[in-house]
Nanobody, 122 residues
Framework: VQLVESGGGLVQPGGSLRLSCAAS????????MGWYHQPPGKERELVAL???????HYVESVKGRFTISRDVAKNTVFLQMNSLKPEDTAVYYC?????????????????WGQGTQVTVSS
């Protein structure tokens, strides 16, 4: 299973970015996909989740500014980030939790993307 993120970059405070994460491989089912970020010098932390029933969850610091969505047919998850602040600067990672196949068997696991840098600065 591979997760490939895109859409990061440099943006001024108050600006917007849209991150994408496309999952590919022997995916049998997806329980939840999410976005995490790792600010400089800090631990990786949750930003937003979207479950297979389209329920969403956001951490308090991004509520009202970020929107997570998905394209089920393409196994792709998006993060629309508006009103960006310097403290949003981080490497953003996509995560998938679901069931994948290996040969004739299947198992549940977590998979991560390689990360995409988001820098908010004037």
């Amino acid at each position: 299973v591979q997760l490939v993120e895109s859409g990061g970059g440099l943006v001024q405070p108050g600006g917007s970015l849209r991150l994408s994460c496309a999952a590919s491989g022997s995916i049998r089912s997806i329980d939840v996909m999410g976005w995490y970020h790792q600010p400089p010098g800090k631990e990786r932390e949750l930003v937003a989740l979207i479950f297979n029933d389209d329920t969403t969850h956001y951490v308090e610091s991004v509520k009202g500014r970020f929107t997570i969505s998905r394209d089920v047919a393409k196994n792709t998850v998006f993060l629309q980030m508006n009103s960006l602040k310097p403290e949003d600067t981080a490497v953003y990672y996509c995560k998938l939790h679901g069931t994948v196949t290996r040969g004739s068997s299947y198992y549940k696991d977590d998979f991560w993307g390689q990360g995409t840098q988001v820098t908010v600065s004037s």
